[in-house]
């Protein structure tokens, strides 16, 4: 048992590494003699500078990939991957019922319609089952997210979408370094993507990167993020509608000297998870991440499985003790289900004219709650812990420690 639990001795005030300040980031010289050489180029846009450029070359190369593309934000890039594939109008996209709503957006924003698979409730994720639950014959594409970095049957939802021949797409953002049965995520469909936002495993503030073997929807994904302009052809023009999604000089500076220390950040977070897994071994009523054996959870947070009639009052009360120990944590993660916000809830669109909702089937907006059992049971026993490189073994040692003694606590006083 964790030394010092149960109250044997005085803890003392606990100031954790955050992913929101330099102290759980590793910003530092690397990326200011980078972004510094920028400035001193002249040249800030990618369309005519080198950072961005090299950048998008080493992620492909990392990747195994053909091709890369970076753009301005993991919404820009999930935009992108719908407009490269290019659904009509009033289409259906299956995906998650928790994520964030920057994956859902730009569903919207391309006239197709988001349909919600189910997750399994203690991985949090959508599977192939729910998913084929899901699938018409107005499906144009699958999204899957390997929620908190965690990479569970994506390579059987890539084999459901190559079997009913639908576009795969891979939101990657939480799981840089995940690898379902050694293949990494973001390899496994037929557009992959990432983010760069402040919180994830390497942070530009705001940024995101796509992935591709496919030639065609290369092209399309790099013209979109240029206004449909190809600055690769002898004759550019603006072919159709596409916005400015380029990522500038200076944030693809800062993306390149990153990328040289994601492998480190990615074996801290799985080493640090591997010591909290121990220390949460016989603390009755909560449980770390459930993993496949054969696969990498990368370990963008840690989530916690509670049980509230081992644990009274569940997430919540948990989260409340442990913040009075100065851990904080997330109860539910996200405060409801995707489709229980007021976008779906109320199709609020463009103007008054809850466009493209209009062109929807009925059982593509159907929210009912018996249709999403696992999603309700995720969220009523979730509890997310913080998570960053900068943790040490001994930040986790006092988490565990004070996890153990917020359930003791909650147990008492049952």
């Given at each position: 048992m964790v030394q010092g639990i149960q109250g044997r001795?005085?803890?003392?005030?606990?100031?954790?590494?955050?992913?929101?300040?330099?102290?759980?980031?590793?910003?530092?010289?690397?990326?200011?003699?980078a972004v510094s050489e920028a400035i001193r180029s002249g040249t800030l846009t990618s369309t005519k500078g080198s950072f961005v450029k090299a950048f998008e070359r080493a992620y492909a190369e990392r990747l195994g990939m053909e091709y890369a593309s970076a753009?301005?934000?993991?919404?820009?890039?999930?935009?992108?991957?719908?407009?490269?594939?290019?659904?009509?109008?009033?289409q259906e996209v299956i995906t998650t019922s928790i994520t964030d709503m920057g994956a859902l957006s730009p569903i919207l924003y391309q006239?197709?319609?988001?349909?919600?698979?189910?997750?399994?409730?203690?991985?949090?994720?959508?599977?192939?089952?729910?998913?084929a639950e899901r699938i018409t014959d107005r499906t144009a594409a699958i999204v899957s997210t390997p929620l908190f970095g965690n990479p569970v049957g994506t390579a059987e939802i890539a084999a459901l979408a190559a079997e009913r021949s639908i576009p795969f797409v891979e939101d990657?953002?939480?799981?840089?370094?995940?690898?379902?049965?050694?293949?990494?995520?973001?390899?496994?469909?037929?557009?992959?993507?990432?983010?760069?936002?402040?919180?994830?495993?390497?942070?530009?503030?705001?940024g995101g990167v796509l992935v591709t073997d496919d030639d065609a929807?290369?092209?399309?994904?790099?013209?979109?993020?240029?206004?449909?302009?190809?600055?690769?052809?002898p004759t550019p023009d603006h072919t159709y509608l596409a916005l400015n999604y380029r990522m500038s000089e200076l944030v693809g500076a800062v993306a390149l000297a990153q990328l040289a220390k994601l492998d480190d950040s990615v074996r801290i977070r799985i080493e640090n998870a591997r010591i909290l897994d121990e220390l949460l071994e016989?603390?009755?009523?909560?449980?770390?991440?459930?993993?496949?054996?054969?696969?990498?959870?990368?370990?963008?947070?840690?989530?916690?499985?509670?049980?509230?009639?081992?644990?009274?009052?569940?997430?919540?009360?948990?989260?409340?003790?442990?913040?009075?120990?100065?851990?904080?944590?997330?109860?539910?993660?996200?405060?409801?289900?995707?489709?229980?916000?007021?976008?779906?809830?109320?199709?609020r669109t463009f103007g008054s004219?809850?466009?493209?909702?209009?062109?929807?089937?009925?059982?593509?907006?159907?929210?009912?709650?018996?249709?999403?059992?696992?999603?309700?049971?995720?969220?009523?026993?979730?509890?997310?812990?913080?998570?960053?490189?900068?943790?040490?073994?001994?930040?986790?040692?006092?988490?565990?420690?004070?996890?153990?003694?917020?359930?003791?606590?909650?147990?008492a006083g049952r």
């Amino acid at each position: 048992m964790v030394q010092g639990i149960q109250g044997r001795r005085e803890l003392g005030d606990l100031v954790l590494p955050s992913d929101q300040t330099a102290s759980g980031r590793t910003l530092g010289d690397t990326e200011i003699e980078a972004v510094s050489e920028a400035i001193r180029s002249g040249t800030l846009t990618s369309t005519k500078g080198s950072f961005v450029k090299a950048f998008e070359r080493a992620y492909a190369e990392r990747l195994g990939m053909e091709y890369a593309s970076a753009c301005s934000s993991g919404t820009a890039a999930m935009h992108t991957a719908m407009a490269a594939l290019d659904p009509e109008p009033g289409q259906e996209v299956i995906t998650t019922s928790i994520t964030d709503m920057g994956a859902l957006s730009p569903i919207l924003y391309q006239g197709a319609i988001p349909v919600f698979a189910d997750v399994d409730p203690r991985t949090y994720t959508v599977t192939a089952e729910t998913i084929a639950e899901r699938i018409t014959d107005r499906t144009a594409a699958i999204v899957s997210t390997p929620l908190f970095g965690n990479p569970v049957g994506t390579a059987e939802i890539a084999a459901l979408a190559a079997e009913r021949s639908i576009p795969f797409v891979e939101d990657c953002s939480q799981a840089f370094g995940a690898a379902d049965h050694g293949r990494l995520v973001g390899t496994f469909g037929d557009i992959g993507f990432l983010s760069l936002q402040q919180g994830k495993h390497i942070t530009t503030g705001e940024g995101g990167v796509l992935v591709t073997d496919d030639d065609a929807l290369a092209t399309r994904i790099r013209t979109f993020i240029n206004k449909a302009w190809d600055y690769e052809s002898p004759t550019p023009d603006h072919t159709y509608l596409a916005l400015n999604y380029r990522m500038s000089e200076l944030v693809g500076a800062v993306a390149l000297a990153q990328l040289a220390k994601l492998d480190d950040s990615v074996r801290i977070r799985i080493e640090n998870a591997r010591i909290l897994d121990e220390l949460l071994e016989d603390v009755p009523g909560v449980e770390g991440p459930k993993v496949v054996r054969e696969n990498i959870h990368s370990y963008w947070r840690y989530p916690l499985h509670v049980d509230g009639d081992e644990v009274p009052g569940g997430p919540d009360a948990l989260a409340s003790a442990l913040g009075d120990l100065g851990v904080a944590a997330a109860p539910r993660y996200i405060k409801k289900p995707a489709f229980a916000c007021g976008v779906f809830q109320d199709q609020r669109t463009f103007g008054s004219s809850r466009w493209p909702f209009t062109l929807a089937d009925p059982s593509a907006v159907d929210y009912s709650r018996d249709r999403y059992s696992g999603t309700w049971q995720a969220l009523a026993s979730v509890l997310v812990l913080p998570w960053n490189e900068r943790y040490t073994a001994d930040d986790v040692h006092a988490i565990g420690e004070r996890i153990h003694m917020a359930v003791d606590g909650l147990r008492a006083g049952r």
